[in-house]
């Protein structure tokens, strides 16, 4: 699957987990809960990039994940269920004195919740760790050394350097020091993956009992016959009756640090034995032969184990098998300084120095041994850090993957009631949400928005407002459904997402004051932000639920687009609303203000649709077409004037306009009529005088509009006094002349236009 193709499967994945919200057990069902899902997605895009050859970096982060899941899933079960009442191991050599000591580790381990996890911690290691070689001789597992000597006596006694030159068992003792090929150390590396069986097969197979026969002594003692312990339940168990392990295990123990520390052994073979009997004394050369940090962690937590085991063990005192002396306590302060110490062990691992495979420091790394030592918040709020002082590099695939992690791992640590960081998760799912974003996963964004609690509507508003223009109005309604199918306020979400998108666009337009713009010039196409501004009211024009809003944030619009003189992008705006918008009532100064720009709309294009008819007539028109012209050109003339003379003896938009204190809204409201009062004047006037060819008594009109702005009563010429505007000196000019028409017939009166005095 593609790098998309996961960021689905993933999401999935939770989708069908956040359906078991309420089911812990089906959560953390070792088969289908959420961590295995996503373990089993990780190795199928492992197995798709190993077919197609990928880099091998972007292949081990994957396989970090999948081991990341795959920890998860070893220890949270165990964090999150209380487990059944069990004996304690003195409790059990009290009522049987013949209890085998595998039954006694085992209640020493159930004793210790976090001896218990580190078992689990060293089985994990093991099953992850790389599969050992499987040498194909039947009759010996030296076969690379074998290839080597045969070699070597073919050309006349040349032996590679530090090999041996014979194939005895004691070889490698006897000839100074030479060891066996590397090929052939396949013993440790079954070890090391928890395979013993392999490893005693391996060594029968070489014909050397005698070396299986040690390896099996690191099993615990076990006879179920004589133990109290629970039977198991399978249809094919082990003979009751049958003992098994190891009955001197301490001897044999004692005799494997003795060999791991013998200098005279082949390095090999001192390997082996302290794998098999990890303690303090031998850590030295287990650590010799880590190359991974895997392989320290193991290390450390193998020694860990054994000795917490053993000393516990030893403690019994009276136990039949193995115990000397008397019965001593773990008291609660040994048992806390123990644990003090074991994360004090584990912390030395953060930044241990390793020859193969990733650093120490590395993320994943970083997260497991956080996991171990049950420090999420501390994860969490260290990888949000990173990610908010921008330690990572955004255009890599590692990113990308640790991204979806760690936002997975959030979200399943809440589906399991295991709190988490409010802002570093916060942080680490708008990171994500982001990835998505730039991955074109737009269809994935409000489920994981919808996890952001509280900031889940600013948050995913916020994505909305970055889909910009990109999305037409069908995806953007698309986008706002999703927020509904996901447990997010829909109607909610689009208030936000407007109000986000006026605010973004206002950064990036000019505040509309200084000079009045002109608008008799020709309008200019709109900018980017400008078709933003505008674009914004679709949000809230999809429901009738946010037509309130909708009325609001049109007013705010309007009011920007007139006060910059954008009359056809206001227009435009008008276009784009629903009807019921004009049905709105409440609150009442911002239902007046939309009609008032209704009201102004509508007599623009009342002058705009006379000024074309007035184009339309021509010489030579038929007396029957010119008839029909003048009764519409007449029809649209007395309409215009009607709505205009309404306008201006009404409180249009705002009253006092030389009162110009106040609120930001009441300094727009008095610059657009500043701007458009002037412009509908001189328009109507120009309109009336033009018209007087066919209309006579249009000349008469045009000077009653002069009474109109004089009367004291509206205080029209208050909007003329802005100098940057239409001046009221250009309109009493235009005046003069409409008096100067009235004298074109003949006489000297010059109020005869006015009392009507010529036809």
């Known amino acids: 699957m593609s790098e998309s193709e996961l960021f689905v499967a993933s999401a999935d994945v939770l989708s069908l987990s956040q359906s078991l919200k309420d089911d812990l057990a089906g959560l953390l069902d070792p088969e289908d809960g959420f961590a295995p899902r996503m373990r089993r997605l990780c190795r199928d895009q492992i197995q798709e990039l190993e077919d197609q050859n990928a880099h091998p970096e972007d292949i081990e982060i994957l396989r970090l994940e999948e081991n990341t899941w795959g920890l998860l899933q070893a220890l949270l079960p165990a964090r ?44 994990w290691l093991q099953d992850t760790a790389p599969s050992p070689p499987h040498p194909e001789a039947t009759t010996g597992y030296w076969k690379f050394t ?39 150390a396949a013993l440790y590396a079954c070890v090391r993956a928890g395979r013993l069986e392999e490893a005693v097969e391996l060594c029968r197979r070489a014909h050397q009992p005698w070396r299986a026969s040690s390896i099996l002594g690191s099993r615990l003692f076990r006879w179920p016959a004589i133990s109290i312990e629970p039977k198991e339940d399978y249809a094919m ?51 010799s032969a880590c190359r991974t940090w895997e392989d320290h962690l193991w290390v450390q937590v193998s020694i860990i184990c054994e000795e917490k085991e053993s000393l516990e063990l030893g403690r019994m005192g009276a136990g039949f098998w193995e115990g000397e002396g008397e019965s001593v306590t773990t008291s609660e302060q040994e048992q806390e300084e123990w644990e003090n110490e074991v994360v004090e062990s584990l912390t030395t691992l953060k930044d241990v120095a390793v020859v193969e495979g990733p650093s120490a420091e590395h993320a994943f790394h970083h997260s497991q041994l956080h996991i171990i030592l049950n420090r999420t918040d501390s994860l969490l709020n260290g990888f949000a850090g990173g990610l908010s002082d921008e330690q990572f590099k955004k255009d890599t695939f590692e990113y990308s993957q640790l991204c979806r992690f760690f936002a997975h791992f959030c979200l399943f640590l809440q589906m399991i009631d295991i ?53 037409d109005i069908s995806e953007r309604r698309s986008a706002l459904t999703q927020a509904n199918e996901h447990g997010l306020d829909m109607h909610r979400v689009a208030v936000v997402a407007a109000e986000r998108t006026i605010g973004t666009a206002f950064e990036h337009l000019p505040e509309p004051k200084g000079p009045l713009p002109s608008i008799i010039a020709l309008p200019q196409p709109l900018g980017e932000a400008e078709l933003f501004l505008l674009r914004s009211i679709e949000w809230t024009t999809f429901s009738e639920a946010t037509y309130q809003t909708a009325l609001e944030q049109t007013n705010v619009i309007l009011r920007y687009f007139l006060g910059v003189g954008r009359v056809q992008a206001a227009l435009s705006l008008l276009d784009m609303l629903p009807s019921g918008l004009a049905n709105i009532s409440e609150p009442e100064e911002r239902a007046t203000e939309y009609l008032h720009y209704r009201q102004f709309f509508v007599i623009w294009e009342t002058l705009e649709r006379v000024v074309e008819q007035h184009g339309q007539h021509v010489l030579g028109m038929s007396k029957g077409e010119e008839t029909q012209w003048l009764s519409q050109y007449r029809t649209s003339i007395d309409q215009a004037f009607e709505q205009v003379t309404k306008l201006l003896t009404t409180e249009w938009l705002v009253s006092d306009v030389e009162q110009v204190v106040g609120d930001r809204r009441r300094r727009d409201l008095i610059r657009i ?36 702005v004089a009367d004291s009563r509206y205080k029209l010429y208050e909007d003329f006094v802005n100098g940057n505007g239409r001046r009221l000196g250009e309109y009493l000019g235009a005046v003069r002349e409409a008096f100067v028409a009235g004298l074109d017939k003949g006489g000297s009166d010059p109020f005869r236009p006015v009392i009507g005095g010529y036809q």
């Open 237 to 287: 168990v082990e003979d009751d009756e049958a003992w098994s392990g190891n009955r001197n295990r301490k001897l044999w123990k004692k005799t494997c640090v003795h060999a791991a520390l013998n200098n005279s052994l082949l390095d090999q073979e001192r390997l082996l034995y302290a794998a098999l009997a990890p303690s303090p004394l031998t850590a030295t050369i287990l650590k």
């Open 419 to 471: 709190p988490t960081p409010p802002l570093a998760t916060q942080v680490i799912l708008e990171a994500y949400l982001q990835v998505l974003a730039d991955a074109q996963q737009r269809q994935l964004i409000a489920m994981y928005a919808g996890a952001l609690g509280d900031n889940a509507i600013e948050r995913y508003a916020a994505y909305l407002v970055s889909l910009q223009l990109s999305a």
């Open 146 to 184: 074998k290839h080597n000597v045969l070699q070597g006596m073919r050309s006349g006694n040349s032996y590679r350097d530090g090999l041996v030159k014979e194939l005895d068992p004691d070889a490698p003792n006897r000839e100074g020091g030479r060891a066996l090929a590397s090929d052939d």
């Open 673 to 708: 009529r500043q701007i458009f009062i002037p412009e509908i004047i001189i328009r109507l006037h120009f309109t009336l005088v033009n018209s007087r060819q066919w209309i006579p008594d249009n000349l008469k009109r045009a000077l009653e509009l002069v009474n109109i």
């Open 80 to 123: 999150k269920t209380e487990p059944p009442p069990t004996p304690s191991a003195r409790e059990l050599l009290a009522t049987n004195p013949y209890t085998p000591p595998s039954t006694l580790a085992q209640a020493v381990m159930n004793s210790s919740p976090l001896l218990q996890e580190l078992v689990v911690v060293r089985e």
